[in-house]
């Protein structure tokens, strides 16, 4: 075995320096569609695990919990060999999970490949995790094609024809292809999936067979035959006559990029510096000899190595000893050794050029998302930005307090692993705080602290983070500062939803043109005045100086800034973060001496000044809401309707075929904690169900009262709703 694993290391070796020969692909899904199940039948196929425990070994599930829970929770990447045509072709895979928990791994993933197989369940059809993956490839520029999987079950359990099997796979095609028609309109033609073309396979991943236009030519194995096949019950001999990984590594090798075609469109994309420039060029054109660029997608933490970065090299060659710029950070590393992942075991190489996804030890200050370089002054790559947010949060202590120093070093270190995971400490309480994508995504974090740092943990039941906003206009409002030497007149008002939305999604910037800037900002909603006064956007809320010539304000804005900052990361009303608000400057008088006009003196009068406004301009709480999908059998409908109404939850559709029923509904996250158990009761455990963050709704105003108390009262704050002249000198 020695000896063949060294074949293979060397081969790859081999071929890292034929970037034409390089495939970097990732393989997403919605939850249960087969993904890591298909990933073991390539990865069979490469000679990586036995043929037998395919389907079943889940190799690149290796964490334990992974094992235990049945689903995929870190994205797993692996570097095989395929033979296409007499040529041997390196595809470095990245699995991603499908669980909405840990969309943020098929995020960081996205960043690291150039093409993507779709994995659809030909009984499920395209669910709204699918929809979500599909979205994320697209916008980063991966190009994707499809494998419909599961095919037998339309044949044993839905006992369809073949005239009806085909209608429901030509159904699933077209829905893919709307949302690359709505998301890439410029590729459409490029990237469509059609048959005919061959960027489609169906098959099933656990039986490891597959067909696709072109296997058919080479194997004379077709539709017709495949139910002829699944029909008698024969699918071992369609695997040995038309077996998956070669379908789908020979649609990968055929129809994705290599980084030598894909860097010259997705540099464009995800890096916003001077293409004509000497990195830039090296980076569109994957140059070997070029600085060494790259975007660290991954921390993880290997039992041995410490710290392992993860992440795409976009230019240059990197070897140990290597010095990098993590941009980001404005820190120096060297690499200690460099390699890369075959699933859960890191093989080290003596150097890794351009185009290749890369295992680097060393750069302790890199985070997820950091761009690295051997240049000091590059343009960083475009910030990761996640689909969803965190909605859940739990406090959380060590059960011994000799154990406070070590939790607090745990803590840092899966926020770093895992962006989506945000760590606080509450000065106030002295308590930490885990807020995440949703429950399985914290109890999954703490069964790890548990297992692998061996450090035992107490956690409060699941809570929701509200956030606060305002729904009408304040009067400008004066802020002191404790001296009485410096006023700030500040005004609140509700923050257009479409200003918001363009600053996400990186429409509007501030390292754009100030003119588009201030035009984008004004079609979103503003004001001339407000959009020309646009200084910082900052977790959702928005600040504007409409002041026109203060003297020493130019040397004072920082400062406001950051009162400004503060009072947005946790309200008046419950200390909950706000979002959706717009805070205008309208006018301030300073003191001509800078020491009368420090820190101590405008941070607190802005502060105040913004709460005094927000508390005079209908204050309210939003909170975090979530679409529900349940598939039932129909005659358990009712029961499932009113598991969600008796949630504050409404039914918004309900699709029926044949005996089965699929329900979409809303609910607030506050109310669906300990869903899964009250729903597998209601139906005798034969609901599959799934959700996806669906953004905040206003509390209703019958139970706002109730709410800003229980947060208040679990803060330790005093039990009252402040008033303005609370907040003002």
Request: overall charge neutral.
């Amino acid at each position: 075995m020695a000896t063949r694993a060294k074949k293979f290391v060397e081969k790859i070796e081999e071929l890292m320096w034929k970037p034409e020969r390089i495939r970097n692909m990732g393989i997403a899904a919605h939850i249960d569609h087969g993904k890591t199940t298909l990933s073991d039948s390539l990865l069979a196929g490469a000679g990586i695990i036995s043929d037998g425990l395919a389907g079943q070994q889940l190799y690149l599930d290796f964490d334990e919990q992974e094992k235990e829970r049945g689903i995929t929770i870190n994205a797993a990447n692996v570097s095989m060999v395929h033979e296409y045509n007499g040529e041997d072709y390196l595809i470095n895979l990245i699995d991603t999970p499908g669980h909405v928990d840990f969309g943020g791994e098929v995020t960081r993933a996205m960043r690291a490949v150039d093409g993507v197989i779709i994995v659809v369940d030909a009984v499920e059809g395209v669910m709204p995790q699918t929809e979500t993956v599909v979205r994320q490839a697209l916008k980063e520029g991966v190009k994707p094609v499809l494998f419909v999987n599961k095919i037998d079950r339309l044949i044993k359990e839905l006992q369809l024809t073949p005239q009806q099997m085909q209608e429901r796979l030509i159904k699933v095609i077209n829905d893919v292809n709307k949302l690359i028609k709505s998301m890439k309109p410029d590729k459409f033609n490029e990237w469509k999936i059609e048959v005919a073309k061959g960027n489609v396979a169906f098959g099933s991943a656990l039986q490891k067979w597959g067909v696709s236009v072109k296997s058919q030519k080479d194997t004379g194995i077709g539709f017709k035959e495949v139910y002829e096949y699944l029909k008698k019950g024969e699918a071992k001999e369609l695997h040995k006559r038309s077996p998956l990984h070669t379908v789908i590594l020979d649609m990968v090798v055929r129809h994705l990029p290599s980084p030598i075609e894909a860097q010259k469109e997705r540099i464009k994309i995800i890096w916003k510096g001077d293409l004509n420039s000497e990195v830039g060029k090296a980076m569109v054109n994957c140059d070997p000899k070029g600085p060494v660029v790259l975007m660290i997608t991954k921390i993880v933490v290997d039992p041995q190595a410490g710290e392992v970065a993860v992440g795409r090299l976009f230019s240059g060659t990197v070897r140990p000893g290597t010095e990098l710029y993590i941009v980001d950070r404005r820190a120096k590393n060297r690499v200690q050794t460099a390699g890369l992942y075959m699933g859960p075991r890191r093989v080290e190489v003596e150097e890794i050029p351009a185009g290749n996804i890369v295992a680097l030890v060393g750069l302790k200050d890199a985070v997820s998302g950091s761009t690295c370089s051997e240049l000091e002054k590059i343009e960083p790559f475009e910030s990761i930005t996640h689909h969803s947010e965190p909605v859940v949060t739990m406090a959380i202590e060590a059960k011994n307090p000799r154990d406070l120093p070590k939790l607090v070093e745990v803590l840092r270190k899966l926020a770093k692993e895992d962006p989506t995971l945000q760590v606080t400490l509450n000065e106030e309480t002295g308590e930490h705080l885990i807020s995440g994508m949703g429950e399985l995504h914290l109890e999954v974090k703490v069964e790890k602290i548990r297992r692998e740092y061996n450090l035992e943990v107490i956690t409060s039941p699941p809570i929701v983070v509200f956030r606060e906003t305002v729904t009408s206009a304040s009067p400008p409002v004066e802020g002191k500062s404790p001296n009485k030497h410096n006023r700030f007149y500040i005004v609140v008002e509700p923050l257009p939803e479409e200003v918001s939305r363009k600053f996400k999604e990186g429409e509007v910037d501030f390292k754009m043109d100030k003119k588009e800037r201030r035009k984008k900002l004004e079609e979103a909603g503003l004001s001339g005045e407000e959009a020309a006064g646009a200084v910082e956007f900052f977790e959702g809320n928005l600040f504007c100086d409409v002041t026109k010539g203060i003297q020493y304000l130019n040397e004072t804005i920082e400062l406001i800034l950051e009162g400004f900052r503060e009072a947005m990361r946790a309200g008046p009303l419950a200390r909950e973060p706000c979002m959706g608000i717009k805070v205008k400057l309208v006018d301030c008088k300073l003191h001509e001496d800078a020491v009368h006009r420090g820190p101590a003196q405008v941070i607190p009068a802005v502060r105040s000044a913004i709460f005094a406004a927000i508390l005079q301009a209908e204050p309210t709480l939003l909170e975090p809401y979530q679409k529900v999908y349940i598939m039932v059998p129909q005659t358990m409908t009712g029961a499932v309707t009113r598991e969600i109404q008796g949630r504050r939850g409404q039914i918004i559709d309900i699709k029926i075929e044949g005996d089965n029923a699929t329900l979409v509904a809303m609910a607030p996250v506050k109310e669906m904690f300990g869903f899964a158990g009250a729903i597998r009761s209601a139906t005798s455990g034969k609901a599959i169900w799934s959700t996806e963050h669906a953004g905040f709704e206003k509390v209703p105003p019958s139970l706002l009262e109730e709410f800003v108390m229980e947060v208040r009262k679990r803060k330790g704050l005093k039990l009252e709703i402040p008033k303005p002249e609370d907040f003002l000198i």
